[in-house]
């Protein structure tokens, strides 16, 4: 069993959050001893989730539905299985989208690293669009595709 401040430590979160969670229900049957919270595996399971869940996107008040729904048993799987499916659809679009302004940056990388050996942008303004270095062509395309 761990203390609130442990906790804190543990998933780097401020004391108020985790109280805001215990608050809206995220937190159901933590266990209290003389009115302290204590903190055993399965709140820092439902911490694990909440915390993922809220870096792909999602808002409390659906995370509070899922929790939700995992107190209400086996007759809410599809349920929290669609859920799943849904925020991974929405953190591989993430992704592809992230992956896209990461070749743009990486381009831009070389670009600029081109432009101070040769004191100017003359050259690079040559190859554009469709001459520049293959592994380059290939990041400049990624990043310029719609």
Same mark, same amino acid.
């Given at each position: 069993?761990?203390?609130?401040?442990?906790? !804190?430590?543990?998933?780097?979160?401020? &004391? !108020?959050? @985790?109280?805001?969670?215990?608050?809206?229900? @995220?937190?159901?049957?933590?266990?209290? &001893? !003389?009115?302290? *919270? #204590?903190?055993?595996?399965?709140?820092?399971?439902?911490? #694990?989730?909440?915390?993922?869940?809220?870096?792909?996107? +999602?808002?409390?008040?659906?995370?509070? +539905?899922?929790?939700? /729904?995992?107190?209400?048993?086996?007759?809410?799987?599809?349920? #929290?299985?669609?859920?799943?499916?849904?925020?991974?659809?929405? +953190?591989?679009?993430?992704? *592809?989208?992230?992956?896209?302004?990461?070749?743009?940056? *990486?381009?831009?990388? /070389?670009?600029?690293?081109?432009? +101070?050996?040769?004191?100017?942008?003359? *050259?690079?303004?040559?190859? @554009?669009?469709?001459? @520049?270095?293959?592994?380059?062509?290939?990041?400049?395309? #990624?990043?310029?595709?719609?």
């Amino acid at each position: 069993m761990y203390t609130i401040g442990q906790i !804190s430590e543990m998933f780097h979160l401020p &004391v !108020s959050t @985790l109280r805001y969670y215990d608050k809206e229900g @995220l937190f159901p049957e933590m266990e209290r &001893v !003389s009115g302290i *919270r #204590r903190f055993g595996e399965r709140e820092i399971e439902a911490l #694990r989730v909440i915390e993922c869940l809220k870096k792909s996107g +999602v808002e409390i008040k659906d995370i509070k +539905v899922f929790m939700e /729904w995992c107190r209400e048993g086996s007759s809410t799987y599809i349920k #929290r299985k669609e859920f799943f499916q849904n925020q991974k659809e929405v +953190v591989e679009n993430e992704i *592809r989208k992230m992956e896209k302004v990461l070749d743009m940056i *990486r381009y831009k990388c /070389w670009y600029y690293e081109q432009a +101070v050996k040769d004191g100017n942008e003359d *050259r690079l303004n040559e190859m @554009l669009p469709d001459h @520049l270095p293959e592994e380059i062509q290939d990041v400049y395309n #990624r990043a310029h595709d719609e």
